[in-house]
């Protein structure tokens, strides 16, 4: 100790020169704000317009923070639940989490951090109403690159183009268990494509199960509101999927897809009845009849028997389904599966009478007087004709006929070169059949490709099946040779103008742009309509038919309290789905009503 | 002349100007927020150049800093802490956890508001409040002590009662040993 | 490091033939012995087999199964060699031996597991308390301990919130979509 | 009668001299350390709002009669002794001549060595009475520290008491005026010594172990708080002061005006402040025997330069 | 005749103690007869709390268990979940990975810079380093978005990848940090007085390093080259040329040196990482983590943090719910088992230096 260690002594004097430098002490905090880092997550930002309410931000939330609340003048609509994140500052960690699952990117943090305040009740924050100028200040955004929502799809293993217009083998091969799980749970459970859906189907609690690996529960699930859902899981128009939430920034979830893995694990009919294990009520005596046995009448009978009714089906043809079995093509949906669904259905009581035509084998008023209440779900069976010059001649025909015969195994002369004209899935489908038979087939459009109301995935395969389109062409005329045999079709090219009342775009034709497409085959695919006939005047008056459907309350109840009705003879939007949602509706009044 | 009402207001602004700009810290860093503190007292933030400094001992501090989660544990030597401070004295809330619970809303160990066992006179939003967001708490806590709004220590003296029936609650046995206020 | 693994596994098998070893990748060499063999394992592989470094004692709570488990995690620094020592306990009748006087700071694991778990280590001398005061619950640590339902019992949450809405029920609502009881358990 | 009044007004005045001086020295030196920790410091008036707000505490708390003993001693002790310093050197006008000295008397040397001590021996029993076992550690250490500096210390003055026979800091002053040198150049070792006992007397680092934060939270004033602390804190600044001031008058001849005091006494006061800065902290024992070993060297080597010369 | 002990209460409210916790001492004189740790104030339940969560959401909880030192815990989580799940992680991401981790290093380091001359009451380097690790948190703020809790590394990868010209200033701060290490080397190193403070004091006999289960620069003071950085190395330290240093002594001297040497291997480790920095991917994207279902099975991984090894121990039991999670922290060991034996004869004021030294931090010990 006595030594005295000299340099140990002086050199720390040596930190005295720092008396001399400029302090590095940020002088004008508190009262200037120190800009934060550009990926600073500071107080929450949610830009309102954006946002639809998902509430994933919510669910994700570890701390609990985020409330989904309804806010004045924020209105649910579809795809939009209507309700907006609220953030308990006293809860969060700003983790940002929430931004990163965000599907829409509507939702992010901000630069500002600082608030201060001497009431604890004054920390619950209301993103983007709370901090409107708040979209300047954005700092932690997730970009589609930094979601953590899986943006892509799984791709749906699918036949080659050129394999698949050998045959009429199913294009789509479905999903594996691998493909199907992680397809599931690309899902966040938001519900909000449950209300787009018809029939409201439990969509985020089935996906969920396919998630968690539980099949079964999925399909019962399924089940609970939709007798055919491998049906439609392969055909569904699925609405769901625009609406998804998902969707805002990538593909949606496959849904459909989805739905038709979980209902295929259950690959027969006593399979299917053994897990869905349905439980059926006594038989209480009341009889209900059903006209056609399309998607409405078998939901409709389904469940009415399910709830223990004795119900009846009257149909036409020699196989039920309805436009389900006869207007689809057998590559998008083969009769084994809806063979497999409808003995399903009759494995619980459902009887059907089949080749019974209504109106010519058995009289309306029969079965009106011999049920206690009638459900018609008579669809559409007739098409609107072209009704252009020549419309009469031989190879000028409807697409929904020609596909109807098809189904129905019988033979068509459409030689090889076929014109379909129209837009829908109709169309399509008809063009894609005909394909199959070699035909070099045209679709004539009169709007833009993109305006087609045809799923983009069929429009897409029929595409790669070599399907050529005409977008912008109205037809004006149809050509044909001495025998009435056709021999073309002149149409007019047309310029898209935009709708004064704001509604989409009209095609209006360019006057002298006729121009002739040579073609054997002419099909109209643009529109259906109804057959009426059956109905006897008496009944034809109470029931109501207006615009070519019949006129229900939202009970699916006509005129006539005894008769109820749905499917495309009720509807606007014509599609299985909607079918089934008005056969499940039907039944739930039907209920009602009987059990008065 | 001192009981004249003027010249009492007159001497109360003076003493207010005094106390909000000489605080003293008391220095129990009661939850991961006090990492932050140091920064604030050294030298990048320096809140010495507005009066704040450290104080090693209750019976000295002005302000006590909660920063962030009370644990149960913890909660009894805060409020015996608290106790100790002389008044006027103040307490300060540091991010999410003294509001509502913050992360550890569900943790059986950590209380989640604060303002059931403690006046607290200013809170802090942030998980943890970074520095900058630490000294606009502190000055704003100067403003409310310049307006006389800061007085804390008369609310948990009137409503003692209902303060130390919700220390009980969580602290059956601790609180009930204890003399009240008396340390 | 195969090798290396082999022998070890060969040697431990020999002393303690009831061990069973499963296979991993790596350096990682995984045990389960009965807990009575606990100390003599453990203090077999400090003393004679170099794993000299204790890194970690887990337990968890296996409800389903009755069980406790403690997983004794050892680090030999010679041979670079990473053991997982797997132990059960009966829930019903928690007892151990305690392991302190092989590595010191066991004691303090043993501690936390006496508390959080609730397992009693036969011989262990340390102070009742460690982390909790005054705990009048079940241990905190098992699984059949819910700290929600706990919290919402001793403290509050703040007020002011109760105007939260669920985004499935709202549309379900709003739809008019019965979602069944079974199918609840899928909703988020 | 006059006179006395005189004496009064001075007496009063120097004590709010070196209230001022005193807290205003200690505002610097937190703005200084301040600088040299590379921030800015806190404004160099922030001891006087401190001590203004501590003295506006609504609510203390004490612990018994003793426990006033310690703010009161401390108290006595630096207004004692710094009534008992010469504050200006006699000279210049007569008025001028008679300024701040106070009650100095013959023999007030060895009154100071005994007073300075007076202090914590208060703070002592106050601290005893607390309760706070804090505050009797730091008591014991501060006691044990005291008889490590006043060994050096006394040799100092011992050195220079042999030197000129007198043991009046007046007398000292009129020397050092008189032979124009001043004793820190007279009796170097005895100035040196003195320093070096200067570091511990005002308990800056590395013989700050008496009240060391991260040892004792604050020491002997751990459980005082609101206007006990105040009148430590002023009786501190003054008691500061007062020994910066012995230190001028006895070495650096005194001053004759209040700058020229300023002056001195700050440069005096930048030594231990400064050495401090840079300084962890002695413990008890370490800081004892380093006052033991080369300041006590030093005040031998002192006693013998006074004893041979 | 025996003298009565006293006992003083280290803490909790005390601003000699790191982080709120305690130590019970009962002294005579200045000199300590016994001591008992008591902590628990700052237990949180984490791992209860991750129970409940799901594989994501838990990994916001880790970056809290050590608040000066937040990184490792991090690592240690998302390496845990990885090495159940089976997922890779990019080149990249490991490098960023090994980035963060030394950047945390040399925060914890100054901070511990700080701590430990605040003990022996040298505030002036404190107030230096504390305000010198800022510009590594700004650095932090700008890679990450958070200055303290970074929650940045998950499994999989990192969060988001390097900002524009972050490299660059992450050289400039190197650049001006070896600058000022020059500057504490005079203050603190090169000190008389800090020396006779720290030599010989604290000692961590080596014949109880086994029992106690010792690590990091404590470790590494005593004259034993052990990191887990080369012993089982993880991310792409064996890719990386850097030292261990080594210290004999044993005492807060020779930790202290072990410390002021890693800093600057950490500072190295840096450049070489900025240098090798590959290009591509830094994140391997794991499921919607709503749904994210880790398979059954256990993980015990460690890192090496500024204090010494923590290891982590996950375990799946197949469900989108950890089973199980529990970390050791380097202090878990090092502050109850190891300071209560080492603190009885010690010195009353170097309690709070012993501490510091031997790298305490509370909320790791309680969780």
Known sequence: ?596 | MYNDKNSKKIVETIQNWARSHSIWVLAYGTGCGAIEISPTMTSRYDAERLGFRGAATPRQADVMLITGYLTVKTVKRVVRVYEQMQSPKYVVGFGSCTINGGMYYDSYNTINLLDRYLPVDVYINGCMPRPEAVLAGLSKLQQIIREGNANGAEKYLENLAWYKENQRKIAPNWIAKAPDLNW | ?188 | MEYILIKVLEAMATFVLAFIVGMTYGGVVRKITGRVHNRLGPPWYQNFIDAFKLFSKTRGIHHGAMHFLGAAFLMVTSVVSLMIIPILAPGGHAWYNSWFTNLNFNGDLIFLIYIMTFGPLGMAMGAGQTGNPNSSIGVTRGLSQMVGFEIPWVMALVALMITYKTTSIVDFMNIQRETGTWLMFANPFAFIAAVLAMLGMFRYSPFDIVGAPTELASGPVSENGGKFLFTMMSSGSVFTFAKLVLYVDLFMGGANNLIMLVVKTFLLYMIPVLYGIVSPRYRTEQAVRWFWGWPTFIGLLAILYAVMF | ?367
């Not at chain 1, 099946?465 to 047309?494: C, F, M, N, R, S």
């Not at chain 5, 008591?38 to 339940?45: D, F, I, Q, S, T």
């Open chain 1, 1 to 596: 100790m006595s030594f005295f260690d000299l340099q140990g002594t002086l050199k720390p004097l040596t930190a005295l020169k720092q008396f001399g430098k400029k302090p590095h002490t940020l002088k004008d905090i508190p009262w200037k704000k120190r800009e934060a880092s550009d990926r600073y997550r500071g107080l929450h930002f949610n830009d309102l317009d954006e946002c639809i309410g998902c509430g994933n931000c919510s669910t994700i939330c570890q701390n609990a923070a985020i409330d989904m609340i309804h806010l004045e003048g924020i209105e649910g609509k579809k795809g939009d639940s209507g309700l907006r994140p609220r953030v308990d500052n006293g809860r969060c960690c700003w983790c940002a989490l929430c931004v990163e699952v965000c599907p829409t990117g509507s939702l992010s943090l901000t630069k500002d951090y600082i608030y201060v305040t001497e009431d604890p009740d004054a920390f619950l924050w209301t993103p983007g109403v709370d901090n409107p100028d708040g979209a300047e200040r954005k700092s932690f955004v997730s970009d589609k690159d930094h979601s953590l929502n899986d943006f892509n799809r799984i791709p749906m293993p699918e036949l080659e183009g050129k394999e698949r217009v050998k045959s009429f083998a199913e294009v789509v091969l479905g999903y594996n268990e691998q493909q199907a799980r992680e397809e599931a749970s690309r899902c966040i459970s938001c519900g909000i494509c449950t209300e787009v859906c018809p029939d409201h189907m439990h969509i985020p609690e089935y996906i969920n199960a396919i998630a968690s690996g539980n099949d079964k529960d999925a399909v019962k699930i399924i089940y609970d509101n939709n007798p055919l859902p491998e049906m439609c899981g392969k055909v569904c128009t699925r609405r769901c999927e625009d609406v998804c939430a998902i969707a805002t920034r990538g593909d949606s979830v496959a849904i459909r897809w989805l739905k038709r893995y979980a209902t295929e694990t259950a690959a027969t009919a006593d399979l299917t009845h053994e897990i869905v294990n349905p439980e059926i009520k006594e038989a209480n005596g009341k009889t209900v009849g059903i006209i056609g046995a399309g998607p409405s009448g078998l939901t409709a009978a389904y469940y009415l028997a399910l709830r223990g009714y004795d119900v009846t089906i009257y149909e036409a043809s020699a196989k039920a389904g309805g436009a389900t079995m006869y207007g689809i093509p057998k590559y998008r949906l083969p009769i084994e599966s809806l063979d497999k669904q409808i003995g399903y259905i009759q494995s619980i009581g459902v009887k059907i009478n089949f080749n019974t035509k209504v109106g010519k084998d058995i009289s309306f008023k029969e079965i009106y007087d011999k049920y206690d209440t009638v459900f018609m779900g008579v669809g559409f069976p007739d098409a609107w004709p072209l009704g252009v010059d020549g419309d009469d001649a031989k190879g000028s025909m409807q697409a929904f006929r020609y596909l109807y015969m098809i189904n129905a195994g019988d033979k068509v002369d459409i030689g090889d070169k076929v014109v379909v004209v129209g837009g829908g899935n109709v169309a399509i489908d008809a063009a894609r059949v005909s394909r199959r038979f070699g035909a070099e087939v045209t679709i004539l459009y009169r709007r833009r490709v993109a305006d087609m109301p045809a799923d983009w995935e069929e429009i897409e395969g029929a595409e790669d099946e070599g399907v050529h389109i005409i977008p912008q062409g109205i037809p004006t005329k149809i050509h044909k040779d001495d025998k009435g045999h056709v021999t073309g079709i002149e149409y007019l090219k047309a310029k898209m103008v935009a709708d004064d009342k704001g509604g989409r775009p009209r095609p209006v034709a360019i006057e002298g742009s006729e121009t002739i497409l040579e073609a054997t085959a002419v099909m109209a695919a643009i529109g259906q309509m109804g057959d009426y006939s059956f109905l006897p005047k008496e009944f034809e008056d109470k029931i109501k038919i207006e615009r070519g459907r019949f006129v229900v309350n939202e009970k699916q109840q006509t005129g006539d309290p005894k008769v109820f009705a749905g499917g495309d003879a009720v509807n606007r939007t014509a599609d299985a789905i909607s079918a089934i949602a008005d056969g499940f509706r039907a039944c739930k009044a039907i209920d009602e009503y009987l059990s008065k």
């Open chain 5, 1 to 367: 005749m025996r003298e009565k002990a006293t006992t003083i209460y280290l803490g909790p409210q005390h601003p000699g103690i790191t982080g709120n916790m305690m130590v019970r001492l009962k002294v005579i004189g200045d000199t300590i007869v016994s001591a008992q740790t008591e902590v628990g104030y700052l237990h949180r339940a984490f791992e209860k709390l991750q129970e409940r969560r799901n594989w994501l959401q838990g990994f916001t909880l880790m970056c809290r268990f050590c608040v000066p030192e937040s990184d490792p815990m991090e690592n240690v989580y998302a390496r845990s979940v990885e090495a159940i799940d089976g997922r890779e992680v990019p080149e990249r991401g490991k490098y960023i990975r090994v980035m963060v981790l030394e950047l945390a290093r040399i925060a914890t380091q100054l901070m511990w810079y700080a701590g430990q001359n605040g003990s022996l009451g040298l505030y002036t380097m404190g107030q230096w380093s504390i305000g010198d690790r800022d510009y590594i948190l700004d650095l932090f703020e700008e890679l990450t978005g958070g200055r303290v809790y970074h929650m940045y590394q998950w499994p999989g990868g990192v969060r988001r990848d390097l900002p524009e010209g972050f490299t660059d200033k992450v050289l400039r701060t190197l650049d001006y940090l070896e600058k000022r290490l020059k500057d504490y080397d005079d203050l603190m190193f090169a000190n008389s007085i800090f020396q006779k403070r720290t030599q010989g004091v604290g000692i961590v006999p080596k014949e109880n390093i086994i029992e106690h289960g010792v690590v990091g620069p404590v470790l590494r003071g005593a004259g034993i080259r052990s990191d887990i950085r080369i012993d089982e190395p993880y991310e792409v330290y064996d890719k990386l040329d850097f030292e261990i240093p080594t210290q004999e002594g044993s005492d807060i001297w020779a930790r202290a040196l072990v410390r002021r040497a890693e800093v600057h291997q950490s500072i190295r480790i840096i450049r070489q990482v900025i240098d090798q920095m590959p290009s591509g991917e830094y994140f391997n994207k794991f499921p919607n983590p709503l749904k994210w279902i880790v398979p059954a099975g256990d993980a015990y991984v460690r890192v090496e943090s500024g204090r010494g090894e923590v290891g982590f121990y996950a375990v799946s039991d197949g469900t989108i719910h950890p089973r199980r999670m529990h970390l050791r922290g380097a202090a878990y060991v090092h502050a109850i088992t190891l300071l209560e034996s080492i603190l009885p004869g010690q010195n009353i004021a170097d309690v709070s230096a012993i501490m510091n030294s031997l790298g305490t931090c509370a909320p790791e010990i309680e969780r």
């Open chain 3, 1 to 188: 490091m195969k090798e290396i693994k082999d022998k070890m596994i060969a040697q431990i098998k020999a002393v303690f033939p009831e061990a069973v070893n499963k296979d991993y990748d790596g350096n990682r060499l995984d045990l389960t012995v009965n807990k009575e063999a606990v100390p003599s394992v453990l203090l077999y592989l400090k003393d004679s087999m170099g794993f000299r470094h204790l890194s970690h004692i887990a337990y968890v709570d296996w409800i389903e199964q009755g069980e406790f488990e403690l997983v004794y995690i050892l680090w030999s620094p010679l041979d670079k060699v990473k053991l997982y020592v797997h132990t059960r306990i009966n829930r019903e009748n928690p007892v151990i031996e305690n392991i302190d006087m092989i590595w010191r700071q066991a004691n303090t694991y043993e501690r936390e597991i006496r508390e959080m778990l609730g397992i009693e280590f036969t011989g262990l001398v340390a102070p009742d308390e460690f982390i909790l005061e005054d705990w009048d619950d079940i241990p905190p640590f098992r699984k059949d301990f819910d700290t929600l339902e706990y919290v919402n019992r001793t403290f509050w949450h703040r007020p002011g919130r109760e105007d939260a809405q669920d985004v499935r029920s709202t549309i379900s609502e709003r739809s008019g979509e019965e979602i069944p009881d079974f199918a609840k358990k899928y909703s988020r």
